[in-house]
């Protein structure tokens, strides 16, 4: 009865025009802001509460140069540019739809992130079912701790990516130039085995030529010594032939004679008969 009470008299004061204090009044506070680093940038949460009590948490994310809010909703368009309200004040942002499809994250100008500065109470109609709102109590030193160390964060993390990408471009220097050496060798290794092979077909094709030479010598020579020995072997015939020619045309007799004997003569006395 009293929570009801309370509404009644917040929502009276709003009517009437109340400031911005009692409009701070009616919103329940959201969480403190605690700033924490990310990857490249801060972060601090804040948590939107709807007449219902449903809650509805968003983040406010900066790399010391911009201030961005992201948030989960299903079927955000893909660019879109939608109102918050810093005490009933309009303030419109571009949103983009990040690749997961379901988280958007809106930027904030530099009138809205001022107005968020010295705001007591932002409003969101279209980030749930109902509006939502959460108290900006502490939020001019939040926003200023946040891009002071946004700041520092996104500079480290340049840092760190420009070493990371000069690592880079040394290892692939060193293997830019691994790939050269090794290139030159393997041409090198190349040009050597085609010098070598290139040798082994010169020696090769110098014995396939002297074995050529070595059995043409042994031809010829065995051709000379079998003429040599033919033209000796018809020498021979054409002597054999000429001997055996000269014996049949001389004369020769019918048979053979002999030495006659010679006997010693002997007188005998004539004596008549």
């Keep these: ?7 009644l008299a917040a929502a009276a004061a709003l009517a ?5 204090a009692a409009l701070e009044a009616a919103i329940p506070a959201g969480l403190p802001w605690v700033v924490q680093p990310a990857d490249a940038a801060c972060r601090t949460q804040l948590e939107l509460a709807a007449r219902s009590g449903a ?4 983040t406010l994310i900066s790399d010391g140069r911009v201030v961005s809010l992201t948030f989960a909703k299903a079927d955000l368009p893909e660019r879109a540019f939608l109102p918050i309200r810093i005490d009933r004040v ?7 739809r990040q690749p997961d499809g379901v988280t958007g994250e809106l930027f904030l100008s530099e009138e809205a992130e001022a107005a968020l500065r010295k705001g007591a109470v932002l409003d969101i109609a279209w980030l749930a079912e109902e509006p939502v709102s959460v108290s900006l ?8 701790d946040l891009r002071v160390c946004g700041a520092q964060i996104a500079a480290q993390a340049r840092a760190r990516a420009a070493a990371e990408a000069e690592a ?10 691994e790939a050269v ?6 041409a090198a290794r190349a040009q050597a085995a085609a010098a070598e092979a290139q040798r082994r077909r010169v020696e090769e094709e110098a014995e396939r030529q002297r074995r050529l030479e070595a059995e043409q010598r042994e031809r010829l020579y065995a051709e000379a010594r079998q003429r040599a020995y033919d033209e000796e072997a018809a020498a021979r015939r054409r002597a054999w032939e000429e001997e055996q020619s000269g014996y049949y045309r001389a004369p020769q007799p019918r048979y053979p004679t002999y030495p006659q004997p010679t006997y010693p003569q002997t007188t005998y006395p004539y004596r008549p008969w």
């Design 181 to 186: 050496v090794e290139a030159q060798l393997e």
């Design 168 to 177: 880079k471009a040394r290892a692939e220097e060193e293997t830019r130039r």
């Design 16 to 20: 009437a025009g109340g400031a911005p």
């Design 90 to 96: 309009r303030y419109s942002n571009l949103v983009l």
């Design 1 to 7: 009865m009293r929570h009801v009470t309370r509404n």
């Design 137 to 144: 109590s502490g939020s001019d030193q939040g926003l200023a």
């Design 55 to 58: 809650v509805t948490p968003v």
